[in-house]
């Protein structure tokens, strides 16, 4: 089973970015996918997941309105598209799916 992450990077507040995670080793179209992050000093939290069909997503609070989680059962892959981005959602991202994480990739948002 393998989670690559990519997509991260530098940005302005205000600016956007999207992450994708493809996914290999398992079935990937019949399990929930969810989006991590992780900011320094503070637990891992759930950002998004969207369920295996892509009919159902739910969200942080924090990020409602500002970022969208998505998937192509054809391409196993899951994105997360971040806009209207702040100085607080600086994180390692992770890709959770089958029991698996990724490897995260470095969201920083500075001016």
């Known amino acids: 089973v393998q989670l690559v992450e990519s997509g991260g990077g530098l940005v302005q507040p205000g600016g956007s970015l999207r992450l994708s995670c493809a996914a290999s080793g398992f079935t990937f179209r019949s399990y929930v996918m969810r989006w991590y992050r992780q900011a320094p000093g503070k637990e891992r939290e759930l950002v998004a997941g969207i369920t295996s069909g892509g009919g159902t997503t739910n969200y942080a609070d924090s990020v409602k309105g500002r970022f969208t989680i998505s998937r192509d059962n054809v391409k196993k892959t899951v994105y997360l598209q971040m806009n209207s981005l702040k100085p607080e959602d600086t994180a390692v991202y992770y890709c959770?799916?089958?029991?698996?994480w990724g490897q995260g990739t470095q969201v920083t948002v500075s001016s």
């Open positions: 959770y799916g089958f029991g698996y």
